[in-house]
């Protein structure tokens, strides 16, 4: 039978939350599987829930209030079930869908068929629960929490023109295709201004990026890559001199440096060490935190790579083709691998949005509402005082693509 969840008060006053899930499964992982995922999520109203209704992703909508000297709060919706599922990502578990790059695509998400991916669906939970405990005459303090906005690169390629051949390569490849030669002597121009270093690389945009930082008063992380052995690797050699000097320089700056595993590193334990290893050498930095390549993530192997490696946290969670909440929250947490069980000191900070949700997945957005739709997620995250964690590579600047969004960075952080 069900066992429900109790929580009883010094007063004596009680709140029970139904089991509406795991009781079912008495053999430990046997709820792993694909017909446990729930078909239709329901939205409730209450006076207990932050918001105008709540996600019932598990258990039923009633709620009871019963008052004969104690009083007792029943609540029909299993948060503690729904939370798990959204934390763990067990559901990338089961459903086996996955695109071009082995990756979990937000539409196949619970959360995104049933239209709550845009919100921190936990955090709302955690609200509730604590509504309910302070009806009840709850004697205690919750933790202080305050916004964070935190600002993350990877560092997929840190110069358009590495050198003088790559300049003249993409010359040649203007006057055959385009044939136009004003605007091919301007391109000219600029690029040799480039290789003779008398113009700045327009991906060189890490001083840019770290003045905004400061201005914000926050930190930029930065997350460079080692050696791989896929075609989406190796565009730069973590050896090289403008990577050793950039990193002196960002570090001067009080800024962070992390790794951003390469393409094949996200399931492969050697790989990832090897990675670590050769950039804790070459950029003479411990390196305790980053993100995967491709935002490539496979529950629960990845977490368990990075856990083994003695990695302090992840950033790697959100969904490449939409932004929004994967985790469903917007606090750091530690995370829980649902194979072996147990709770990993590792700590997943979830990526709520990056650039290219918009630029590549919705490529016809205008400026303006790519705008309007990260700042309503910044509101979000204030309103339950968690932790905006955004991603602008240093590359998504100065090209024909990046020209009409690149003012989006400064705008929605200022």
Not at 126 to 133: A, N, T
Not at 197 to 218: H, N
Not at 262 to 280: D, G, I, M, P
Request: aromatic share 14%.
């Amino acid at each position: 039978g069900s066992i429900d969840y109790e929580i009883v008060l010094e007063n004596g006053n009680k709140l029970i939350i139904k089991d509406g899930f795991f009781s079912k499964f008495p053999k430990e992982m046997a709820y792993l599987n694909l017909e446990n995922l729930p078909s239709k999520v329901g939205f409730v109203k209450n006076d207990y829930a932050a918001e105008d209704n709540i996600p019932v992703v598990f258990g039923t909508d009633s709620l009871g209030v019963a008052d004969d000297g104690i009083t007792t709060i029943t609540c029909g919706i299993d948060i503690f079930a729904s939370s798990f599922f959204m934390l763990t990502r067990w559901e990338e578990y089961v459903n086996l869908n996955k695109d071009s790059h082995n990756r979990f695509p937000a539409y196949e998400s619970v959360a995104y068929k049933n239209n709550f991916l845009d919100r921190p669906v936990v955090n709302e939970y955690v609200e509730m629960l604590w509504s309910m405990l302070t009806r009840l005459g709850v004697n205690q303090q919750r933790k202080l929490r305050s916004f964070q906005t935190v600002l993350t690169h990877d560092v997929d390629i840190p110069l358009k023109y590495s050198s003088f051949m790559s300049c003249f390569k993409e010359i040649l490849g203007d006057v055959v295709k385009r044939k136009s030669m004003p605007l091919e002597m301007k391109h000219l121009t600029n690029k040799t201004k480039v290789v003779l270093s008398l113009e700045t690389d327009p991906f060189d945009t890490f001083d840019f990026l770290m003045s905004v930082s400061e201005k914000l008063e926050v930190k930029s992380h930065f997350f460079f890559m080692g050696n791989g052995v896929t075609k989406f690797d190796n565009i730069y050699n973590s050896n090289d001199p403008f990577i050793k000097k950039l990193v002196v320089k960002i570090k001067k700056r009080g800024h962070s440096i992390g790794i951003h595993p390469t393409y094949n590193a996200y399931n492969n334990q050697q790989q990832f060490r090897k990675e670590k290893e050769e950039l804790e050498k070459n950029l003479n930095t411990e390196i305790l935190f980053g993100r995967e390549h491709y935002l490539r993530f496979d529950v629960p192997t990845t977490w368990q790579v990075w856990e083994d490696n003695g990695m302090l946290w992840d950033s790697t969670v959100g969904f490449a083709d939409k932004e929004g909440f994967r985790c469903g929250t917007c606090y750091p947490y530690s995370v829980f691998n649902i194979l072996s069980r147990e709770k990993l000191q590792l700590k997943e900070r979830p990526l709520i949005v990056m650039e290219g949700n918009f630029t590549t997945y919705q490529h016809h957005i205008k400026p303006k509402d790519m705008e309007h739709k990260i700042k309503v997620l910044i509101n979000k995250v204030k309103k339950y005082d968690g932790e905006f964690v955004f991603l602008w590579h240093n590359s998504s600047f100065n090209t024909p693509q990046w020209e009409r969004y690149q003012s989006v960075y400064e705008e929605v952080l200022t």
